[in-house]
Each structure stands twice: as structure tokens, then as C-alpha cells.
């Protein structure tokens, strides 16, 4: 039963930082913001906050992160282990990334 316990206490461990993956997601979103004006710089020209939703920041709350977090970190770890699969059928010991790139599209279908 300890074990169970201990394994259970090493997934919490694994897992992604909450703030980390919250970083990533800021920066995506303001690069899509970006984007999404178009991203010249020589034209200053905003519209009235109250004529754009686009304006508006955009958030996250900490129940969003933590599932974030480990949902990416179940999609790694499948990853890993399909990777890890291809790998020892072919008699290697080491995991490379053509092992990788073979896995993923298929794993990129099953999420």
C-alpha cells in the first residue's frame, strides 16, 4: 500500500511547473495578438477599447493550469513510451528521434 502511496506522491513530483506552462501560454498569447494586428510596427493606429473583445487580456485560473500541466505531461510520458517501444524493436538502447518523429503523428491523433 506505501507504494502506492509513494508512486502516487512522485506524480505530483513529474509534473510541469503550474507558472512555467503559464509563461508559455502568455507568450502565445500575445504573439497571436500580435499577429492578429498584424504586427507592423510603423502604423500606431488602436481602436477604442470598447470597439475590439481582441483587446482584452486573456487568463488563466489555477485549475486550467494544473490540468495543463498534466496533460502535457501524460502526452510526454506516451511519447516516451511509444518512442521507447520503436526503439527496442529495433534493437537500440538509446532513444533517438527518428524514433520520435514515428510515433507522432498517431500519438498526435489519439490526443
Known amino acids: ?9 512522485s506524480h505530483a513530483a513529474e509534473t ?7 509563461a508559455i ?5 500575445r504573439r497571436r495578438a500580435e499577429k492578429g494586428r498584424g504586427g507592423n510596427e510603423d502604423v500606431n493606429i488602436e ?7 481582441r483587446n482584452q487580456s486573456t ?6 493550469l494544473k490540468v495543463s500541466c498534466e496533460l502535457l505531461r501524460i502526452f510526454v510520458a506516451e511519447a516516451i ?3 521507447a517501444f520503436i526503439a527496442e524493436a ?13 510515433v507522432l503523428p498517431q500519438l498526435l491523433l489519439d490526443f
Open 1 to 9: 500500500m506505501d507504494e502506492d502511496a509513494t508512486i502516487g506522491n
Open 16 to 22: 510541469f511547473d503550474t507558472d512555467l506552462i503559464h
Open 25 to 29: 501560454f502568455k507568450l502565445v498569447w
Open 47 to 53: 481602436p477604442a477599447p470598447e470597439t475590439s473583445r
Open 59 to 64: 487568463t488563466a485560473n489555477a485549475s486550467a
Open 81 to 83: 513510451q511509444r518512442s
Open 90 to 102: 529495433e534493437d537500440a538502447t538509446v532513444i533517438e528521434p527518428t524514433h520520435l518523429e514515428r
